[in-house]
């Protein structure tokens, strides 16, 4: 007889093997993709290498989960209609060996397993999104999760899974589908499981690399002994594997313990009969082994007692190695022994066990003994209780005697951490004794004091260099550029300058010009930077430009230079940026459409791509393959590619160092480094980038508000603007976490001795780091166990003013000579208050040439003086009633006068403040310098320029009219106060 399809069923058939085909499809293409693209970087293996290792993990991660809840469930439906045999004659093995449940009872039982199982693949899928989508950027270090498939998962799935209709809708029908269809339902919800879980765990697979992979640090925490690398490389892979395994079973004892309770049709009965004499085994063999997988976790929670953020400080403290240590040692030894028990009972059948007449008299008994579960959380609660009382009755009172030991423990890790521990301290003792002569022998340090900031940069970019609607400045950068002397041609003089690149946004086209041509590629690239030196003030009190503009009268494509010094210094010919920060969309290049280049007037001047960078697509398969990757299909369409055609994509800089090395986290301000790497370089523009090693699982160390308690800046990435060329430096080889990665990818890491020298000297300390660092001294630059305990000396940063807005003061970098240098360097600089006080109690300095890379210094001030701070010369300036009364008058209708950042200038053994004033328009702003405010020992100068301000300071009776100088002798508060004693507190 012939058999009839129906139309439902053809259908159904035809879109799931379209869907199937879909899915290769988008494999396929995202393997061929990304083959062709790590190629072109010249980093094959590093894709190979992490392939590989998500697909291997996720990949067994995916066949265990599988095999062991199909196998479990097959086991489970050989065994589900035990039930109807219970009273059959000879079938006294199938006595029910559990009581019965009535509906009342049975029916919430169901409901609460069912919703249990649907929630949690919910919490999952939500989870895995996240973790996809995690920033690798500055301060965002890690996904927003650290430890998925954790028992918390039903406190976290409250939290995390926001009440919106739909899912709760779309929770009630799993939950229904799972009561009224539960085979067909079970398949499908052990293979998603399975997926989502195996995705979840294929997605740290760089943990499982680092326990292979791991090398020892050569130091030992100081409880087991043991050897640090055992924390950072080895206990997240095995709490990964734990947490996973914990998971698996849970779900599957689930799943089982409903496949049971709805057997022999239950729910419509009205009753079930009670668990089989089989089925208990099955599910103590579960237990079991979900008993010795938490053993594992307890043991596993003994080291990670040493990373507890309760108690006095960061890590294990007396209460934790007296009572929570010991807890945790019995109660592992306690779970194995529970899950040998189980699995003994499981294999033996042994136990209690209710016959025909027990059941016909309604009398029953449990099956097993629950003393030893009671036992358990007994004795685990007891413990936790204990704990409580412990820290509340013994340690509190005598917190400072008991806790010392683990205080210094956590001074000691957290400072070496963070590399605190590597900080040189100094004293600095302000004399107040400048003179014009020691400002002369000092000239470069107060050349390049930086009366612009990015901020009022960006600002006037905006508005003067923008030139066209989709140009964008979307971030200016502080630097330093060897230029040729203006007094000295053969003299090169370091010079800070603010650099800001042009790039181009597409999405900024006009409506009617966002075509697909356009986007893809006509408007493929931005073009040309703004330099501005950071002390210069162009007419009108604009800011100067060093470098501007778009055409000169001699080449429509040259950037106006200032001089022709700096023509010499700067190295660039045609600076088009293909790769960028705002660079989102992927285009294509040697097209037969010519690529627009640069305004040159009313006109457009248009070029074809010369750089070597791109994917060639000179076939069929390779335009469908990046068709199907990009989901254009109007790449296939398209009449305008040519056998050179290449596709650029991945062309934002963050984006692409995700893609490449997703392991390493970066710096929040890549910035542009103007240089040329060797004499074939047809394009001059870079991207430096800084990359972080970082760790959550150093013990003892206390990371404060980060989410990492470890971080080294072990990475400098260079990014060319035009063919987007990566290379990976290693900048700090001591990092035992960057010594692992270049075990695992040996190609794609380079000694930092291999950057090219021009992109050298332009490296710098970076800001990030900076202030992770800087924010952990100012707790723990105490060391002796007592003054920290009381935070007897801790520090905060100091406030300032910005236009209307109090800021904490940002570190900011300088050229100036540290007190033990031999010559001015670039450093990055940052002051700081005690925490109750607003006077000057310390500066921390970071120094980025040469040699002394990465070298920190720490100048403290004498605790006999007092020196004030920030806001409080900030106070000095605002209540005198000359200078606030000019500054008022400025703030009139349609204008308003904006204090800039207040800097601190040490010089010699004396402190130099500079604030800039900046008169602004309500609308369409741009920054101009008004005044520049300086402040030194007794006297407050406001001038027109910061070379009159210092001349009238330092003028021995000179003094300029136009200058307002006001004496501090009148000031309700000194700026130098001698002989106070414990100003520090």
């Known amino acids: 007889m012939k058999t009839i399809k129906s139309p439902f069923n053809i259908l159904f058939f035809a879109v799931f093997s379209l869907l199937i085909i879909w899915i290769i499809l988008l494999l396929i293409s995202y393997f061929t993709v990304n083959v062709l693209w790590f190629e072109e970087l010249g980093y094959p293996q590093t894709f190979f290498t992490q392939f590989l290792s998500k697909f291997t993990i996720g990949g067994l991660a995916f066949i265990i989960s599988t095999s062991f809840l199909w196998f479990n469930l097959a086991i489970a439906s050989r065994q589900r209609k035990q039930q109807e045999q219970f009273f059959a004659k000879g079938k006294d093995k199938l006595t029910p060996q559990s009581p019965p449940l009535k509906l009342r009872l049975l029916l919430p039982i169901v409901i609460s397993f069912s919703g249990l199982i649907s929630l949690t693949l919910f919490y999952y899928t939500k989870f895995f999104t996240q973790i996809s989508g995690a920033s690798l950027l500055l301060p965002n270090l890690r996904s927003p999760s650290s430890l998925p498939l954790q028992l918390a998962i039903f406190t976290d799935i409250a939290n995390n899974l926001p009440l919106r209709i739909w899912q709760i809708i779309l929770t009630i029908l799993v939950t229904l589908f799972l009561i009224f269809k539960p085979r067909q339902c079970f398949k499908f ?60 079973f849970i779900f599957t004892i689930c799943t089982v313990t409903l496949t049971y309770l709805l057997s022999n049709k239950s729910i419509s009965e009205g009753k079930f009969e009670g668990f089989s004499r089989y089925q208990l085994r099955h599910l103590y063999g579960l237990g079991g082994g979900l008993m010795i997988i938490l053993g594992g976790i307890h043991w596993l929670n003994r080291y990670l007692l040493l990373l507890s953020p309760d108690g006095v400080v960061y890590g294990a403290g007396y209460t934790d190695i007296h009572i929570n240590l010991p807890r945790e040692t019995i109660a592992t030894a306690y779970a194995l022994l529970m899950g040998i028990w189980l699995l003994t009972k499981s294999f033996t059948g042994s136990g209690k066990r209710n016959h025909p007449h027990l059941q016909a008299e309604k009398k029953y008994s449990l099956p097993f003994s629950t003393l030893p579960f009671i036992g358990y959380f007994v004795l685990y609660s007891f413990g936790i209780l204990l704990a409580v009382m412990v820290q509340n009755t013994i340690v509190q009172p005598n917190e400072l005697a008991l806790e010392t030991p683990y205080i210094i423990n956590n001074i000691k890790a957290t400072r070496s951490a963070f590399n605190l521990d590597e900080i040189e301290v100094k004293t600095f003792n302000p004399e107040g004794n400048l003179t014009a002569e020691d400002i002369k022998k000092n000239h470069l340090t107060i050349d390049n004091i930086r009366l612009w900031d990015t ?175 990009l989901r254009d299909w109007r790449m296939l369409l398209t009449p305008n590619f040519t056998p050179d055609t290449r596709i650029l994509f991945r062309r934002n800089i963050t984006e692409r160092l995700g893609a490449i090395a997703p392991f390493l986290y970066y710096d929040r301000d890549p910035y542009l480094v103007i240089a040329q790497t060797n004499p074939e370089d047809k394009n001059s523009l870079h991207w430096l980038i800084d990359g972080y090693t970082i760790s959550d699982h150093y013990p003892y160390s206390d990371g404060g508000e980060n989410q990492f308690n470890y971080i080294r800046n072990s990475v400098k990435v260079l990014i060319n603007a035009e063919n987007g060329n990566t290379h990976f430096y290693v900048s700090d080889s001591t990092d035992r976490i960057i010594q692992v990665w270049q075990k695992i990818f040996p190609e794609l890491f380079k000694p930092l001795s291999a950057m090219p020298p021009t992109i050298k000297q332009h490296i710098r300390y970076p800001t990030d780091l900076f202030n992770t660092q800087s924010e952990r001294l100012l707790t723990y630059h105490m060391i002796d166990p007592q003054v920290f305990y009381n935070r007897e000396d801790q520090w905060q940063v100091p406030e300032e003013i910005y236009g209307n807005e109090i800021l904490s003061m940002q570190p900011y970098y300088l050229i100036m000579k540290l007190p033990i240098g031999k010559q001015e360097e670039f450093i990055l600089l940052h002051p700081y208050t005690p925490i109750s006080r607003a006077n ?102 406001m001038a027109d320029s910061l070379e009159n301000a210092i001349d009238n300071i330092f003028s021995d009776g000179k003094e300029d009219s136009s200058a307002i100088i006001r004496l501090l002798e009148d000031a309700a508060i000194p700026l130098l106060e001698p002989n106070l004693n414990n100003t520090n507190q």
């Open 455 to 629: 901020r009022p940069i960006l600002q006037a970019n905006r508005q003067l260099q923008q030139i066209r609607p989709y140009y964008v400045f979307a971030d200016a950068d502080i630097d330093r550029y060897q230029l040729k002397s203006s007094i000295n041609s053969d003299i090169n003089e370091n010079t800070q300058v603010i650099l800001a690149p042009r790039e181009l946004d597409s999405q900024l086209l006009p409506n009617q010009a966002q075509t697909w041509v356009n986007q893809h590629l006509v408007y493929t690239h931005g073009y040309g930077f703004t330099m501005s030196p950071v002390n210069r003030v162009a007419q009108g009190g604009l800011p100067y430009y060093f470098i501007k503009d778009i055409g000169t009268a001699q080449d429509p494509g040259e950037l106006n230079t200032s001089s022709a010094r700096i023509r010499e210094s700067i190295p660039f010919s045609r600076p088009r940026i293909y790769y960028g920060e705002v660079t989102k969309n992927y285009v294509m290049v040697d097209t037969k459409v010519p690529e627009f280049d640069f305004p040159s007037g009313e006109d457009n001047v248009y070029h074809t791509y010369t750089g070597d960078g791109g994917i060639k697509i000179d076939s069929f398969w390779r335009k469908f393959i990046f068709s199907v990757y």
């Open 840 to 941: 000057l109690i310390a500066w921390l300095a970071a120094r980025s040439d040469g040699e002394n890379y990465g070298k920190l210094l720490l100048y403290q001030f004498p605790k006999q003086k007092l020196i004030y701070g920030p806001d409080q010369v900030e106070a000095l300036i605002n209540q005198d009633p000359v200078i606030s009364g000019q500054i008022s008058l400025w703030n009139r209708q349609g204008s308003k006068a904006v204090q800039g950042h207040l800097l601190i200038i040490p010089i010699e053994q004396s402190l130099l403040y500079v604030e800039p004033v900046y008169l602004e328009a309500d609308k369409n702003s741009v920054p101009t310098l008004a005044r520049v405010i300086v402040v030194y020992q007794n006297k407050i100068v």
């Open 189 to 248: 919800i052990c293979i998603y499981f399975s997926i989502i879980t195996s995705l979840i765990i294929g997605d740290y697979w760089s943990r499982f690399l680092h326990y292979f992979y791991s090398i020892n640090l050569g130091k030992t925490d100081p409880i087991f002994n043991i050897d640090l690398s055992f924390y950072l490389f080895k206990i997240p892979a095995l709490q990964i594997l734990a947490l996973w395994l914990q998971s698996l």
